[in-house]
């Protein structure tokens, strides 16, 4: 299992992956506060798959959501789902839309890239969030690497560096981190970062 394979799982299991995927919203009291950091009603949602339950989620709060995922699949499945809003297909990875959001999410996208790609999205955050935007995503909890899977046996890679790496990267890039709880026990063991952008 290499990192470039997870496109093509994707591609080829998305479908199953979004019909399985849960709905219950654990995620809602980080995305609400995400969603108080906001600066306005634009948000970039990067590895936005489905859409569901998520970007819905965000959606149904006023926000404009601009989806982006590398999977054919899931962009299909976006605009099926969402068909007010935008998504485009396009690797997250040395992505430059042009254009400044008001807060960007990365949820339980981002640790599917490797080490050095996960270093190299945070030029990517900066570029395109608004000062004092808000940025969230997922990672492991400390430094490694760990094949899970997805659709009934379908392999996927994912990648971690450790939080003390992540916090210098956020300060390297113009962000201060607000909190991150490593396998947060109400958020279904996620380990999430919550970061925004410096005002100057």
Same mark, same amino acid.
């Given at each position: 299992?290499?990192?470039?394979?997870?496109?093509?799982? $994707?591609?080829?299991?998305?479908?199953?992956?979004?019909?399985?995927?849960?709905?219950?919203?654990?995620?809602?009291?980080?995305?609400?506060?995400?969603?108080? $950091?906001?600066?306005?009603?634009?948000? +970039?949602?990067? !590895?936005?798959?489905?859409?569901?339950?998520?970007?819905?989620?965000?959606?149904?709060?006023?926000?404009?959501?601009?989806?982006?995922? /590398?999977?054919?699949?899931?962009?299909?499945?976006?605009?099926?789902?969402?068909?007010?809003?935008?998504?485009?297909? &396009?690797?997250?990875?040395?992505?430059?839309?042009?254009?400044?959001?008001?807060?960007?999410?990365?949820?339980?996208?981002?640790?599917?890239? %490797?080490?050095?790609?996960?270093?190299?999205?945070?030029?990517?955050?900066? &570029?395109?969030?608004?000062? /004092?935007?808000?940025?969230?995503?997922?990672?492991?909890?400390?430094?490694?690497?760990?094949?899970?899977?997805?659709?009934?046996?379908?392999?996927? $890679?994912?990648? %971690?560096?450790?939080?003390?790496? $992540?916090?210098? +990267?956020?300060?390297?890039?113009?962000?201060?981190?607000?909190?991150?709880?490593?396998?947060?026990?109400?958020?279904? !063991?996620?380990?999430?970062?919550?970061?925004?952008?410096?005002?100057?």
């Amino acid at each position: 299992m290499h990192p470039d394979d997870i496109l093509p799982t $994707y591609e080829a299991h998305g479908a199953g992956f979004a019909a399985n995927r849960g709905r219950s919203l654990f995620e809602r009291p980080w995305l609400d506060r995400f969603l108080r $950091y906001t600066t306005g009603r634009e948000l +970039l949602d990067l !590895g936005c798959g489905s859409g569901q339950p998520i970007a819905t989620y965000l959606s149904e709060r006023n926000r404009d959501i601009t989806g982006v995922d /590398g999977a054919a699949t899931m962009v299909k499945l976006f605009a099926k789902n969402l068909p007010e809003q935008t998504v485009i297909h &396009a690797d997250m990875r040395g992505l430059d839309l042009g254009k400044k959001f008001d807060g960007i999410l990365a949820w339980n996208s981002f640790f599917h890239l %490797s080490p050095d790609d996960q270093r190299n999205m945070f030029p990517v955050f900066a &570029a395109h969030a608004s000062p /004092g935007a808000p940025v969230i995503l997922t990672t492991g909890h400390a430094e490694g690497e760990a094949i899970g899977e997805i659709d009934g046996g379908a392999p996927v $890679y994912h990648a %971690s560096l450790a939080p003390a790496a $992540y916090r210098t +990267l956020f300060d390297e890039a113009g962000f201060d981190v607000i909190d991150f709880i490593p396998e947060d026990p109400d958020c279904a !063991g996620h380990s999430v970062w919550l970061a925004r952008r410096r005002r100057s």
